[in-house]
């Protein structure tokens, strides 16, 4: 079975792999963690505010996004898109938006929709005289905001974050369904036009392995630290 | 928006002959959840299995346990599936893996199976989380009455920590019919794989997606109302949750 295996494959492909597949993935991990983290931060304060409308919009969006298969939220944002560039610009045609564009709006939408949830719970887990002093100090709701409770609830919950942007960095995988050249989709095409489907599928499986493994080992460590500060 | 909307395309026959596009889409979901239930099947089981691992005394058992989690956890479910379908037949013997390629419905088992291992990581930690969650006392008493170790486990702690991990249970196996669709990639036409066929065929893209995320929303809603009624039915008495 490993007697035929071709390591000069996998060593050919590296540079393909990595400059190509490598970044794509990453960067989309980056951004779309950023992204995600900003609109779903958003959505938490919208769910969190007194006012009950913004609160039920948020809501919905995000009962919505958790109830789909990611897969079918990627197909809708790929056909969607450029009829919204469309509506949005006047032109008489869809707007072609590139791979990166398309999968990048999916995935900040849709990851948006988990880590308001995170945050949502890192806000509430800071105790109410915190916001209550701050006003007494006479800080705006803003204020408040941007100055008390965020920086707190970040930090009660970069752990779970950084979990999640874990979580995030597999899922970007499935871009695949578009054949987009990710990391896996460089993997893919490789086997596909070598024949070599079980170097390829090892190596990409290997390497997805190093890096998240890596990743949880880090946030466990984290976790131990925040665990003695707390 | 100058989108050619066309409802009516439901009840037009598809192209494979077998009835209407609805029927291809139903079809579709059938699947999905057929994949779903076989897949939380062995998530359960095998979940449990390691989940009550990591808890016991034993070395050994926590470190199979803890491999085992990470092993499952650190790779996109996709990339799982890649291996289970692609390079599992390669690298067994010749024979084992002849018969693994020619079995019919291979998508579908393969899906099945890499899904429910793919998910087995999550039950057992969820499972680890409840009877870590027992007070130790429960554990002790189970001994002070004579139970074996496993009597312990199958009359005292399980019942209970189950019982208590219902709730994100119920998210699990939600998970589990969302992450059917993944097995698109390995050719196995479940309810968005149905969605994607219909919308090649038809060209009807937003008619065929929004029928497809009507039905998992309706699906959505008959687990989760499901599960609130066996949370009721199951509720420990003198628990928060208990009558």
Do not use: H
């Given at each position: 079975m490993l007697g035929n295996f071709d390591f000069d494959v996998i060593r050919r492909a590296l540079p393909y792999l990595f400059y190509e597949g490598m970044t794509f993935t990453l960067t989309l991990t980056a951004l779309a963690a950023f992204g995600g983290l900003v609109f779903g931060t958003a959505l938490a304060l919208m769910r969190l505010s007194g006012l009950k409308l913004l609160g039920r919009i948020a809501g919905i969006y995000v009962d919505f996004m958790r109830s789909l298969p990611l897969v079918l939220v990627i197909f809708w944002f790929y056909f969607l898109v450029p009829y919204i560039g469309q509506w949005l610009t006047g032109a008489s045609r869809p707007i072609s938006v590139g791979a990166f564009a398309s999968s990048l709006i999916t995935f900040i939408m849709f990851e948006a929709a988990y880590f308001s949830e995170i945050m949502r719970a890192g806000i509430q887990s800071i105790s109410r005289g915190q916001p209550a002093a701050a006003s007494a100090l006479g800080l705006t709701y803003a204020q408040t905001m941007r100055y008390v409770v965020l920086p707190q609830a970040f930090r009660n919950m970069l752990p779970v974050l950084i979990t999640q942007t874990i979580v995030l960095f597999q899922d970007t995988s499935l871009v695949y369904v578009l054949s987009i050249t990710d990391f896996l989709g460089a993997a893919s095409k490789v086997a596909q036009r070598d024949g070599r489907l079980v170097e390829m599928y090892l190596f990409a499986a290997v390497v997805y392995f190093t890096i998240s493994c890596i990743a949880s080992f880090g946030v466990r460590r984290l976790q131990a630290r925040i665990a003695i500060i707390r | 928006m100058n989108y050619n909307w066309n409802?009516?395309?439901?009840f037009q026959p598809n192209p494979m002959g077998t009835g209407t596009y609805l029927d291809m889409l139903l079809s579709g979901l059938v699947l999905t959840l057929e994949t779903a239930v076989l897949a939380w099947i062995i998530a359960l089981i095998t979940g449990s299995i390691v989940g009550v691992m990591r808890t016991l005394p034993s070395k050994g058992a926590y470190w199979f346990g803890f491999c085992y989690v990470e092993f499952f956890r650190n790779m996109p479910l996709l990339v799982q599936l890649f291996l289970w379908f692609f390079v599992l037949p390669e690298i067994l013997p010749k024979a084992a893996g002849l018969w693994l390629k020619q079995l019919p419905n291979a998508p579908f088992w393969t899906a099945a199976i890499g899904i429910g291992l793919f998910m087995s990581a999550r039950v057992a930690v969820q499972l680890q989380a409840g009877i870590g969650s027992l007070p130790r006392g429960q554990k002790m008493a189970a001994t002070a009455l004579g139970l074996t170790t496993v009597q312990g486990y199958r009359y005292v702690l399980l019942p209970m920590a189950f019982r208590i991990i219902l709730p994100p249970l119920t998210s699990e196996f939600l998970n589990t019919i969302k992450n059917t669709a993944v097995a698109i990639t390995i050719g196995l036409l479940e309810l968005t794989g149905q969605a994607r066929s219909m919308q090649e065929f038809s060209f009807q893209v937003f008619e065929a997606f929004t029928a497809a995320t009507i039905l998992y929303l309706l699906v959505n809603a008959v687990v989760v109302t499901g599960m609130r009624f066996l949370e009721r039915w199951v509720a420990i008495p003198g628990y928060i949750t208990g009558k």
């Amino acid at each position: 079975m490993l007697g035929n295996f071709d390591f000069d494959v996998i060593r050919r492909a590296l540079p393909y792999l990595f400059y190509e597949g490598m970044t794509f993935t990453l960067t989309l991990t980056a951004l779309a963690a950023f992204g995600g983290l900003v609109f779903g931060t958003a959505l938490a304060l919208m769910r969190l505010s007194g006012l009950k409308l913004l609160g039920r919009i948020a809501g919905i969006y995000v009962d919505f996004m958790r109830s789909l298969p990611l897969v079918l939220v990627i197909f809708w944002f790929y056909f969607l898109v450029p009829y919204i560039g469309q509506w949005l610009t006047g032109a008489s045609r869809p707007i072609s938006v590139g791979a990166f564009a398309s999968s990048l709006i999916t995935f900040i939408m849709f990851e948006a929709a988990y880590f308001s949830e995170i945050m949502r719970a890192g806000i509430q887990s800071i105790s109410r005289g915190q916001p209550a002093a701050a006003s007494a100090l006479g800080l705006t709701y803003a204020q408040t905001m941007r100055y008390v409770v965020l920086p707190q609830a970040f930090r009660n919950m970069l752990p779970v974050l950084i979990t999640q942007t874990i979580v995030l960095f597999q899922d970007t995988s499935l871009v695949y369904v578009l054949s987009i050249t990710d990391f896996l989709g460089a993997a893919s095409k490789v086997a596909q036009r070598d024949g070599r489907l079980v170097e390829m599928y090892l190596f990409a499986a290997v390497v997805y392995f190093t890096i998240s493994c890596i990743a949880s080992f880090g946030v466990r460590r984290l976790q131990a630290r925040i665990a003695i500060i707390r | 928006m100058n989108y050619n909307w066309n409802w009516g395309i439901f009840f037009q026959p598809n192209p494979m002959g077998t009835g209407t596009y609805l029927d291809m889409l139903l079809s579709g979901l059938v699947l999905t959840l057929e994949t779903a239930v076989l897949a939380w099947i062995i998530a359960l089981i095998t979940g449990s299995i390691v989940g009550v691992m990591r808890t016991l005394p034993s070395k050994g058992a926590y470190w199979f346990g803890f491999c085992y989690v990470e092993f499952f956890r650190n790779m996109p479910l996709l990339v799982q599936l890649f291996l289970w379908f692609f390079v599992l037949p390669e690298i067994l013997p010749k024979a084992a893996g002849l018969w693994l390629k020619q079995l019919p419905n291979a998508p579908f088992w393969t899906a099945a199976i890499g899904i429910g291992l793919f998910m087995s990581a999550r039950v057992a930690v969820q499972l680890q989380a409840g009877i870590g969650s027992l007070p130790r006392g429960q554990k002790m008493a189970a001994t002070a009455l004579g139970l074996t170790t496993v009597q312990g486990y199958r009359y005292v702690l399980l019942p209970m920590a189950f019982r208590i991990i219902l709730p994100p249970l119920t998210s699990e196996f939600l998970n589990t019919i969302k992450n059917t669709a993944v097995a698109i990639t390995i050719g196995l036409l479940e309810l968005t794989g149905q969605a994607r066929s219909m919308q090649e065929f038809s060209f009807q893209v937003f008619e065929a997606f929004t029928a497809a995320t009507i039905l998992y929303l309706l699906v959505n809603a008959v687990v989760v109302t499901g599960m609130r009624f066996l949370e009721r039915w199951v509720a420990i008495p003198g628990y928060i949750t208990g009558k």
